[in-house]
């Protein structure tokens, strides 16, 4: 059966606006629905099921994260956790999930593939520091390898000893 929908669209101040757009669809646009037939202020959060590597399933709220997942199971696994894979994918915790997925947690137990990512988010903190500290400097390259990681960078002058020593710190 097709939802009745309602948005009032409000400005960056929280203020709202006089526009209220009103419509029927199978998939109105946002997270909340108000369910035809049911009371006016009566509202439905849209369900997604996410399934586990051991072919465990549970429901969420559409839009929850990967961090919230994990803390709803443990909160000791949310502190391992670095990213999950979503439905093959590797992405941020922070991410929400909209859909029924497959949900596989990579924490800091999972050896070589946990230090890979380490080494890629270390190697991309690195870049934001050089270039807060040398305006101007243009980062390249910069990928994890297999004992550690790097990044080229393009300035118009070469690092000295002392620069070395400030990004270290």
Request: with cysteine; net charge negative.
């Amino acid at each position: 059966f097709p939802l009745v929908y309602a948005v009032a669209l409000r400005s960056l101040d929280g203020s709202a606006h006089h526009d209220v757009a009103l419509g029927r669809t199978a998939h109105p646009p946002s997270l909340t629905r108000i369910v035809a037939g049911s009371e006016p202020h009566e509202e439905r959060t849209r369900m997604i099921s996410i399934t586990f590597p051991d072919g465990a399933k549970r429901e969420f709220e559409a839009g929850v994260t990967g961090l919230e997942v994990a803390n709803s199971i443990a909160k000791s696994l949310a502190k391992k956790c670095l990213a999950m894979e979503l439905d093959g994918v590797e992405t941020d915790l922070s991410d929400p999930i909209g859909r029924d997925s497959r949900l596989r947690f990579i924490t800091k137990d999972d050896g070589p593939e946990a230090l890979e990512l380490i080494r890629h988010d270390a190697a991309h903190v690195m870049a934001e520091a050089v270039q807060e500290l040398f305006p101007g400097t243009q980062v390249t390259i910069g990928p994890s390898i297999e004992n550690g990681f790097y990044y080229d960078f393009a300035r118009n002058e070469p690092f000295t000893p002392e620069d070395f020593a400030a990004i270290e710190a």
